[in-house]
């Protein structure tokens, strides 16, 4: 966590008037450890098992999240990065269904797809096409991951989610958006 982003939250919340949102400074286990009170988790670019692990939060507490997933590659290596291991197993795929469907033996594939998740070529200054036949299909494989999680939170929190992107395509590689609520509430 980088002090600037959070002193940049703090102000952005404070100059649009939101007296009800707190930036927490700090891990995803140490913000589960806080205990503190938690009603919408806003993530933007949670970087490989960061992602699963704000999502595991998020239903613990049953909370509304809005999430944006990145270095999707990064859940098929074994390094945490001290990014929530404490709060999330390292399992993938998360969902019974992908499990059932892919079988032991589908486990490589998706493995594949995990990977190819960040294979989009990115150029000078961080530029890239949205229409190139690269972009399309790491995005259809991001999708796949997010799906994955979606029917997690489905299957294991009774959540209900949709898949969304942030508009255009082109102002970020990563721009798949899981929408995650409780079905009850």
Known sequence: VKAHTCAFARERA???GLGNVTVFEGSV????ASGAAL????????????????????AARRARACLVPCCYGQLAGSEDHKRGVGT?????????????????????AFWAVVKSA?????????AF???????????????CVDTDRLLWAYECHGYQGTLASLEP??????NSVLLLWPSDG
């Open 169 to 174: 395509l082109a102002c970020s590689p990563k």
């Open 88 to 108: 999330t197993p390292r399992m993938h795929p998360r969902s019974r269904a992908y499990r059932t469907a892919l079988g032991p033996e589908g486990v490589d």
């Open 29 to 32: 286990d140490e913000f589960a």
């Open 14 to 16: 404070a100059a649009a």
């Open 39 to 58: 009603g919408l988790v806003l993530g933007l670019h949670l970087c490989g098992l960061l992602s699963d692990a704000v999502l595991e939060l998020a």
């Open 129 to 143: 096409d949205a229409s190139a036949p690269g972009f399309t299909k790491a995005r259809q494989c991001m999708r």
């Open 118 to 126: 960040d294979s989009v070529a990115v150029g000078k200054g961080g």
